[in-house]
């Protein structure tokens, strides 16, 4: 008789739910609740100001204090998140880059606080600063700076804290920034490769022990639709950083060379049509990261259903937990050794991206590295080709998508038959009441050691020492996050990163149904300018303090496409910068785009400047993840159109945007 | 809202008012033909502004990816800070395809919005291949009369290099480490060396180094083949920047006004060239080889057109008055 593939019972990877909202308490009871439930690792999500190193009372973070998450603001509010959870006991993962190092450090002091052993500490500060320029767009510092904070936490956890992952390379926001498997699978090692020469140029880790600190790099990886391919991108992962850990930086110990990681499955393929869909489309990828055991994650986290439609309630997030639960102890996967063992069809196709990712990987490096590709612009440019090439073909059919080009009728969804309730909405009055617990923990501070904590801080900044100690000092004293952010923003300076778009190229980044409409389009906009004596301009504005520029990059290159002058500016502009933008570029049309949920408080105030700056007859239009309430609200106030995400014919888009422009002509 | 009376706005422009400087460059970006003789009507308007007179028009250009917006927003705030006003021309490329373009140099520049002393417009070359863009000798006209230094930065290294030599004071070439073809091009004299180099990206250390040392080595090149600057007697410095590290400004906006002061006494012959340069440029891109060679050849054109800016012309107005002729000869002939 033939043995049987069964064997014990593996332990289920670690289980968590990206949450956070408004207030630190409101948070601690949403973790206490879903650890209930069986949840069996936090993951914290914070606010934008927190992500980007401002106070809930700066300028800009007006709009923004508790939405996409938590906001802390020092160390009272990240005792209050924790208030009742012992962080021994903790495995957390905190999503955070740029202030990395800050929210590390509010967290060592509050384990201080509560007594408990620094070396039991457990948990993940994401602190993949190379992916932010990228994609997700909440980096502060120029690349160096940035490059040093990252190293400053790794060599600082490796001995403090050796249980803690550092940092967590992401491949994920790649992903959602359009990467093919091949992209994704090059950029995040070359990112990996970055990170660890850097640390090596340290100096403070001795050579001997280097092998711990590369056995505690760990990845946030993403899984689309397409599972077999994803199965086999994992694998190919797997494969490479064996390799590169191997060969690059000598590493002897198998333990040392295992690719660990974490999941949170594609939300960029998550439809606003027919949005039950996705909760099936979050399982199918959920298979890509368990099935084969050999490459399996460590951690996941699934989105919620309706992340297209707004922000996720608890039970949405339930519902995806209830997923993975299901997969791991009803079903019988656990019992089984590798499932794609021998098979030779899984093999190739894995050995096929091996090979595409690792020729990527060579072409990366021999251009000077990740940092220096950042700098040229050179991965975002091709990041935003494939996401075009990627929104070309659902627009012309030949990737399907049920519920959006195909199979669009269907009943009605008792889901979402009161919209308003199948979201969660942020109570209005969160940034009020943060500000004013804010000046209360400013008032009953002492003054003099903050001071004194700043200055070392600077101190510290300006020479080649760990940024750590002090900045945990800096949280016992009771700075702010926006005060140890602005510290080290005085002394580094801040950084914009290149878009990606204006090198685009026309045939990568051609999109449309097909060539006709583009040509269509093209003839209008030129006679539009013949009658203008100017070609239309457009000016493509992200205000806020939210990084996804996606949306913004795919409109921007698309309307160059069919002829407009665009003027694009990058994440996070002001309200007045966008107004003085369109003032000194004479612009006929503002698009602006917005998906952190603060599209209510940014654009009447962008109205109501154009008004007072005398530019209101420039017709203005949003995209964004808004809800059709909202969307209402907004026209109300002078807003040509509002767009989200089931607009995905970027032609029709287009004709609009056109027609807004010819309106505004016929009636000057 | 009602058509803008060119003269009007000219006051206002020159008080440095946002909404008339950016209403003014609109104008001059109008291709119909109704809008030339306001345009003509409102640079000649602006001629004689005293800041246009005293001021300083600096080309920025380099190959694409050297760090130019950057480096450009990083000037921008070191000449304000020595409390002079700065009006910017970013030019960048239009599609051939679909005749649009992605003007991005803003997504690299941050600057205070209420800060009424810099004004950054945005132009694409809009089908003019290799050269600037329609409107932007008139563009740098309306801005330097109304801020005192004018910055017009352009992507390539080149034929736009050739355009940008008429209408900057004073041109600075910027290229980062391990540059090569700049390299080429300056000893083989298919550009003429630039008033100033700049190496950016100087934080990559060596690299920058063996940059400078390439660079002298370039110019020596060049100078023993018979390349010429367009001063004899001003040795062109090259200086190290590094834009986001914020290094090497100073010096950098030292050397710009040290070449200013260098030229004051041939600025006026020095832009009077640059102005017939233009009228030959704006001529021949509307009636072609077969219009100058009509109005009797280039060398016979260029003296007209120098002696008539002389008497009062301006270059758009003269252009107008050249257009006339070559389409009252054709009818003669024909």
Request: with cysteine; aromatic share 6%.
């Amino acid at each position: 008789m033939a043995r049987s593939g069964k064997h014990k019972r593996d332990k289920p990877w670690i289980m968590r739910t990206y949450a956070g909202h408004s207030t630190a308490s409101a948070s601690n009871e949403l973790y206490r609740t879903n650890l209930a439930k069986g949840q069996t690792g936090l993951s914290v999500a914070f606010d934008l100001p927190t992500q980007t190193g401002y106070d809930p009372d700066d300028p800009l973070a007006r709009g923004e204090v508790g939405k996409v998450g938590v906001s802390i603001a020092h160390l009272g509010d990240l005792r209050a998140l924790f208030e009742g959870l012992p962080l021994e006991k903790m495995n957390t993962s905190m999503t955070i880059n740029a202030t990395a190092a800050w929210l590390l450090s509010l967290y060592i002091a509050v384990a201080e606080d509560q007594n408990a052993n620094r070396a039991a500490l457990r948990g993940t500060t994401q602190n993949d600063i190379i992916k932010e320029y990228l994609s997700r767009g909440t980096h502060i510092f120029p690349p160096a700076a940035s490059m040093r904070l990252t190293t400053d936490l790794i060599t600082y956890t490796v001995n403090e804290v050796p249980k803690w992952n550092p940092i967590n390379i992401c491949s994920y926001h790649l992903q959602e920034a359009g990467a093919t498997p091949t992209q994704e699978l090059a950029y995040a090692l070359v990112t990996a490769i970055g990170v660890l020469d850097a640390v090596r140029a340290t100096g403070r880790i001795p050579e001997s022990e280097f092998g711990k600190v590369v056995g505690r790099m760990s990845f946030f990886v993403n899984a689309g639709i397409r599972f077999v391919e994803e199965t086999c991108k994992m694998r190919a992962f797997v494969e490479l950083w064996d390799r590169i850990t191997r060969e690059r930086y000598g590493i002897t110990d198998p333990k040392q060379r295992r690719f660990r990681y974490g999941v949170q499955v594609n939300s960029l393929g998550l439809t606003e049509q027919q949005p039950e869909n996705n909760i099936i489309r979050i399982v199918l990828e959920m298979l890509a990261v368990t099935l084969s055991k050999d490459a399996r994650a460590r951690a996941i986290q699934l989105p919620a259903w309706n992340e297209a439609l707004g922000l996720p309630r608890p039970w949405d997030q339930q519902w995806s937990l209830r997923a993975q639960q299901i997969l791991a102890y009803e079903s019988d996967l656990l019992e089984y050794e590798d499932l794609f063992k021998g098979s030779e069809v899984v093999e190739a196709e894995t050995q096929h991206l091996v090979e595409s990712a690792w020729a990527e990987v060579q072409d990366v490096l021999e251009r000077g590295g990740a940092v220096e590709a950042v700098e040229t612009g050179y991965i975002k440019q091709k990041l935003v080709e494939s996401n075009a090439a990627r929104l070309r073909s659902i627009e012309s059919g030949e990737q399907v998508v049920i519920g959006v080009n195909a199979y669009t009728e269907g009943a009605p969804s008792p889901l979402v038959e009161n919209l308003e309730e199948a979201i969660l909405t942020v109570d209005p009055t969160i940034e009020t009441k943060a500000i004013e617990a804010l000046e209360r923990w400013r008032a009953e501070r002492d003054a003099s050691a903050v001071e004194h904590a700043i200055a070392e801080l600077e101190r510290v900044a300006r020479s080649d020492e760990n940024i750590i100690p002090a900045s945990i000092a800096a949280a016992h004293a009771g700075v702010t996050t926006g005060e140890w952010a602005n510290t080290l923003r005085s002394v580094w300076g801040e950084y914009r990163a290149p878009t990606g778009v204006a090198g685009a190229t026309v045939k990568a980044s051609r999109t449309g149904a097909a060539p006709e409409v583009v040509d269509r389009l093209r003839k209008r906009l030129a006679e539009l300018e013949a009658r203008m004596g100017r070609r239309p301009k457009f000016l493509v504005g992200k205000p806020g303090l939210d990084g996804h520029s996606n949306g913004a990059e795919q409109i921007a290159i698309k309307a160059r496409d069919v002829g407009f002058d665009v003027v694009y500016e990058g994440i996070r502009v002001s309200p007045e910068q966008i107004v003085a933008s369109a003032l000194e570029e004479g612009v006929h049309l503002i698009g602006l785009s917005i998906l952190s949920g603060s599209h209510l408080a940014l654009v009447p105030e962008i109205v109501e400047r154009l008004r007072v700056a005398g530019l209101s007859d420039i017709p203005v239009v949003v995209g964004g993840i808004i809800p059709e309430a909202d969307a209402e609200r907004l026209r109300q106030q002078g807003v040509a159109g509002v767009y989200t995400p089931k607009d995905f014919e970027l032609d029709q888009i287009m004709s609009d945007l056109i027609d807004l422009v010819d309106r505004q002509h016929a009636a000057e | 809202m009602p058509p803008n009376d060119p003269v009007d706005d000219a006051a206002r422009v020159l008080r440095g008012d946002k909404a008339a400087v950016s209403r003014a460059l609109n104008l001059v970006e109008d291709k119909r033909a109704n809008a030339h003789d306001r345009v003509a009507a409102l640079l000649a308007s602006l001629g004689s502004a005293p800041k246009a007179l005293a001021g300083h028009r600096v080309g920025l250009t380099g190959p694409p990816g050297v760090g130019k917006s950057t480096l450009t927003a990083a000037i921008a705030r070191a000449v304000r800070g020595r409390g002079r006003t700065m009006g910017v021309v970013a030019v960048d490329p239009s599609s051939i395809v679909s005749g649009g373009s992605l003007l991005g140099d803003r997504a690299r520049m941050s600057f205070d919005p209420s800060d009424e002393g810099l004004f950054v417009r945005s132009f694409a070359t809009a089908g003019e291949v290799g050269g600037l863009a329609y409107a932007v000798n008139s563009a740098v006209r309306v801005l330097a009369a109304a801020y005192d230094v004018v910055l017009i930065e352009t992507t390539g290294v080149g034929q736009s290099e050739i355009d940008i030599v008429h209408v900057a004071d004073t041109v600075a070439l910027v290229i980062q480490p391990g540059s090569g073809d700049v390299l080429q091009f300056l000893k083989a004299g298919i550009m003429e060396i630039p008033d100033i180099l700049v190496v950016n990206k100087a934080d990559q250390k060596e690299l920058a180094r063996r940059a400078v040392a390439d660079l002298q080595g370039a110019l020596r090149t060049a100078h023993a083949v018979g390349v010429a600057g367009r001063n004899d007697d001003w040795e062109t410095p090259i200086l190290g920047t590094s834009a986001t590290e914020g290094t090497g400004i100073e010096e950098l906006i030292d050397a710009l006004d040290a070449h200013r002061r260098h030229i004051e006494p041939t600025l006026a012959a020095r832009r009077h060239r640059g102005d017939v340069q233009w009228v030959l440029d704006l001529f021949r891109r509307k009636h072609g080889d077969h219009g100058v060679s009509t109005l009797h050849g280039l060398a016979e054109l260029t003296a007209r057109a120098e002696r008539e800016l002389d008497d009062g012309q301006t270059p758009l107005s003269l252009c107008e008055r050249l257009s006339r002729d070559y389409v009252a000869t054709l009818r003669q002939t024909s």
